[in-house]
């Protein structure tokens, strides 16, 4: 080899070890501000956390110390759990008062996951002291009571968040921008299968997810028919404005299989959605004059994934507190309380239509 191709080739070796370098470089800067962004959150008030169940253990107090809102306070009915929970929160004062926390006047929220029966009663106090209220589903049992919460929050002026968190889920976000793109009536299919319920009412407790997503969609629903199989299964038709849907929400199934699907049939394809994990979408093939196109010109069936839950790589936005919503939901309360940002997609007054149904499907079954 002559001098000038070996110089050639270390001009090339010499080019491609920059190209390393600056790439190197490049995730090093990638990664470092990856690694520093939680840490840029700086959430200035004090807050409160009412409750200390499994629920509010396993999938609300993580997206708190994620974020890392300062808790000052956690309180239970139960006073031999007091040093428990101080033990294992550090800087945070147990109490069962509740008045203890709603007289200090460094707290500007309060996280409320009790059990649904007293959430009104607790509600009413945390409205009326004029702090922020993050109140878990159902905030209460009627819609008599959702209007007197509504008139405290309005004479209070106070932020209200409601834990239906699956209106803040990426798929809702996706189906209702996609949605839109519907021009006619759309037919719905949805199934929500659990195991028994014994300790509720599985309709203001559980079934409340469902059926407030689908009023979050496509609006005010009526009750067209109502079937209650065995007390464990409803089987409903509902009619919303612009769609029309046939539910089975039921506690007869398995809580170790546990499912929610739900098929949405518009004029242009269907989506599914399972678990709150994949959103897809299949085209449907064009009918002219009559004519399904698709057994003239047969073809393979197009599908397109909007949204999968990628179950391989341990990221915040892979796991299930953010698919199903609680992430956003959270942190869009405690924005709100923060002046970052306002906060109103499951305020109160947004569940009006969604306690108008459950009333209605009351007087039914």
């Not at 007197?148 to 921008?177: A, C, F, W, Y």
């Not at 996609?178 to 203001?204: F, H, I």
């Not at 959103?279 to 397109?304: A, N």
């Amino acid at each position: 080899m002559d001098k000038q191709s070996e110089g050639d080739l270390q001009t090339i070796h010499e080019t491609d070890y920059q190209k390393m370098r600056y790439t190197k470089q490049l995730i090093d800067r990638y990664k470092h501000s990856r690694s520093t962004s939680l840490l840029r959150h700086n959430y200035l008030g004090k807050y409160a956390f009412v409750g200390i169940g499994n629920h509010s253990m396993n999938n609300l107090y993580p997206v708190l110390a994620f974020l890392h809102v300062p808790l000052k306070y956690i309180c239970c009915k139960s006073a031999n759990k007091l040093p428990l929970i101080e033990n294992a929160y550090p800087g945070v004062h147990a109490t069962t008062s509740l008045q203890e926390i709603l007289a200090d006047k460094d707290v500007k929220g309060v996280f409320v996951s009790a059990a649904p029966q007293a959430h009104f009663a607790i509600a009413t106090e945390v409205l009326k002291s004029g702090k922020a209220l993050f109140i878990e589903k159902p905030p209460c049992q009627s819609l008599e009571e959702l209007a007197r919460l509504m008139d405290l929050q309005k004479e209070h002026d106070t932020i209200v968040e409601v834990g239906l968190q699956k209106r803040n889920s990426p798929i809702m976000r996706i189906l209702q921008k996609e949605l839109k793109k519907s021009k006619d009536a759309v037919c719905y299919n949805l199934k929500y299968l659990t195991g028994a319920y014994p300790e509720g009412d599985a309709l203001l407790d559980l079934f409340i997810h469902p059926l407030d997503c689908m009023t979050y969609l496509f609006g005010e629903g009526q009750v067209k028919s109502a079937v209650n199989v065995e007390n464990h299964t409803l089987m409903l038709i509902l009619e919303h404005h612009c769609a029309t849907g046939i539910l089975e929400l039921s506690t007869g199934y398995s809580w170790s299989d546990a499912k929610e699907h739900w098929t949405i049939n518009t004029d242009r394809g269907v989506y599914e959605m399972d678990q709150f994990d994949n959103l897809t979408f299949r085209h449907k093939s064009k009918i002219i004059m009559g004519i399904p196109m698709e057994k003239v010109f047969p073809c393979g069936k197009t599908t397109v994934s909007l949204f999968e839950r990628n179950n391989f790589i341990p990221l915040q936005v892979n796991n299930q507190i953010v698919s199903q919503g609680y992430y956003d939901t959270i942190k869009g309360f405690v924005d709100a309380v923060e002046g970052k940002k306002t906060c109103a997609l499951s305020s109160l007054e947004h569940l009006t239509h969604t306690y108008s149904l459950i009333e209605n499907i009351r007087t039914l079954i």
